[in-house]
């Protein structure tokens, strides 16, 4: 058998093969081995190199061989960055060094593994980037400055300052279940972003826990959250015969327990959403009770009236039950005490900063 078509069977071989081991295009392969023989030309000939000229490579995809050619060109400013543009009728010249693919063979090698992991990046990233919003489990693996690193599988992914709960304590190699919060771009390109303090983490874990919920009979109609601390979930049913708050809840509390732990003790009102603002005000200030509520439909503010014993609870520590309520409704609250108790009154609204996170337990 002739020996150039063995060595262009045995060339496309091989980029096939790094291409299925990898999971890339086997074009994507091809552009980094071009990418990585023009990288070589200029490391290597600095001297035949002109910054005023574009270069291009011409790989032969059986054989694997590779010619640059150079075309002269003019240099231009263009959004405050220097471009090289063809000069009107040049023509490439054919540039390619005596024996360049025994010479540049390293530094080819160098850059070909280099392109491919960019490649192989970009692949996973827009793998992950398809399942925003879903959980998946990761292990911390490093510290980087406030940031944290996680291993979630085929890729790192970065948590952020504020995509962490404070009273959390991460350490090293521990495993948690996180949100697939975002991708962002870095110095280091783009990054897969994960959360622990997101509201959907507590939306995705009940949609994992509770088949009504993954099934849609059961809809999570909001979330209020102070990460770490207190949440509030309003669920509804769409399903004659199916109690949202029990479903969440679970034979003897087993599935918002398992919520719970997932969340680190994190405490959790589970309450019925309606279109009755009255109802819903005061379901949304559990486990208050007894609360008489009057809502002003055109300002969208509610006057509550709570119980001697009552105040308290509605309110809640530092306000926190009246502001996950007000958030969660989306009204702005006003709790007064019934005649005859001391004075006292807190005013809540949905347009209060979001919370700082803590730590608690379960409800």
Do not use: W
Not at 156 to 175: C, F, I, K, T
């Amino acid at each position: 058998m002739p020996q150039k078509p063995v060595a262009r069977t045995e060339f496309a071989q091989a980029v096939t093969q790094i291409a299925r081991e990898r999971n890339l295009d086997p074009d994507i392969v091809l552009d980094a081995i071009k990418q990585a023989k023009l990288a070589a030309f200029k490391k290597d000939h600095p001297e035949s190199y002109r910054e005023d000229c574009l270069y291009e490579v011409e790989l032969d995809p059986g054989t694997g061989q590779a010619r640059i050619f150079e075309t002269p060109g003019e240099i231009y400013q263009e959004d405050e960055q220097t471009r090289v543009r063809v000069q009107k009728g040049a023509t490439p010249v054919d540039v390619t060094p005596p024996g360049f693919g025994r010479i540049a063979a390293q530094t080819a090698k160098q850059v070909i593994y280099q392109k491919i992991r960019e490649a192989e990046k970009s692949v996973v990233v827009a793998e992950y980037e398809k399942r925003l919003g879903t959980l998946v489990n990761g292990m911390i693996i490093r510290f980087v400055g406030s940031d944290i690193i996680v291993d979630i599988g085929k890729a790192e992914a970065v948590m952020s300052p504020s995509e962490q709960v404070h009273s959390e304590d991460y350490r090293l190699n521990q495993r948690l279940t996180f949100y697939l919060h975002s991708i962002r771009d870095s110095l280091r390109g783009k990054e897969v972003v994960v959360s622990r303090s997101d509201s959907g983490l507590i939306r995705e874990l009940f949609r994992r826990e509770v088949p009504e919920v993954a099934s849609g009979a059961v809809e999570i109609k909001a979330i209020a959250r102070d990460p770490g601390s207190r949440s509030k979930v309003a669920v509804y049913s769409h399903q004659s015969g199916v109690d949202p708050v029990g479903s969440c809840v679970g034979q003897k509390g087993v599935r918002v327990q398992a919520v719970i732990g997932e969340l680190n003790g994190e405490k959790l009102d589970i309450v019925q959403f309606s279109e009755d603002l009255d109802k819903y005000i005061s379901a949304a200030l559990s486990p208050a009770s007894g609360l008489t509520v009057k809502v002003n439909s055109k300002s969208q503010t509610a006057l509550v009236t709570a119980p001697a014993d009552q105040l308290p609870l509605a309110i809640g520590r530092d306000g926190q039950n009246a502001k996950l309520a007000g958030k969660l409704t989306g009204i702005h609250i006003d709790i007064i005490g019934e005649k005859g108790t001391s004075e006292q009154k807190e005013e809540i609204s949905d347009q209060d900063d979001k919370p700082q996170t803590s730590n608690s337990n379960s409800q």
